[in-house]
């Protein structure tokens, strides 16, 4: 059983900032892209940032320069450090691993629960 459990979004004011963090556990053998996508009202999911194992980032045009994304590898957590944000960021953010399990022949695509990034004055 692998899950993605996210925690840190919240309210925030324009040009405020947020922390996301999401931490994958269960029957990991190794996990190679992670990433964060989000889905506003009225839109498509969309993909955020992406890093992969050997250290290469993604982003999204509109996040550049005001994102973050990093990885801590012993302890199979993604971040994402959000700053100046804007209202057009609010969204549900997903997390998203792509993950290979012990005792699998495959990796497969594994998604967190979402969480609620409201920016707002």
């Known amino acids: 059983q692998v899950q993605l459990v996210e925690s840190g979004g919240g309210l925030v004011q324009p040009g405020g900032s947020l922390r996301l963090s999401c931490a994958a556990s269960?029957?990991?053998?190794?996990?190679?892209?992670m990433g964060w996508y989000r889905q506003a009202p009225g839109k498509e999911r969309e993909l955020v940032a992406s890093?992969?194992?050997?250290?290469?980032?993604n982003y999204e045009d509109s996040v550049k320069g005001r994102f973050t994304i990093s990885r801590d590898y012993a302890k199979n957590t993604v971040y994402l450090q959000m700053n100046s944000l804007k209202p057009e960021d609010t969204a549900v953010y997903y997390c998203?691993?792509?993950?290979?399990?012990?005792?699998?022949?495959?990796?497969?695509?594994?998604w967190g629960q979402g969480t609620q990034v409201t920016v707002s004055s």
């Open positions: 998203n691993a792509d993950i290979f399990a012990y005792g699998g022949t495959e990796y497969n695509d594994y």
């Open positions: 269960g029957n990991i053998l190794r996990i190679n892209v």
């Open positions: 890093i992969i194992n050997n250290g290469k980032l």
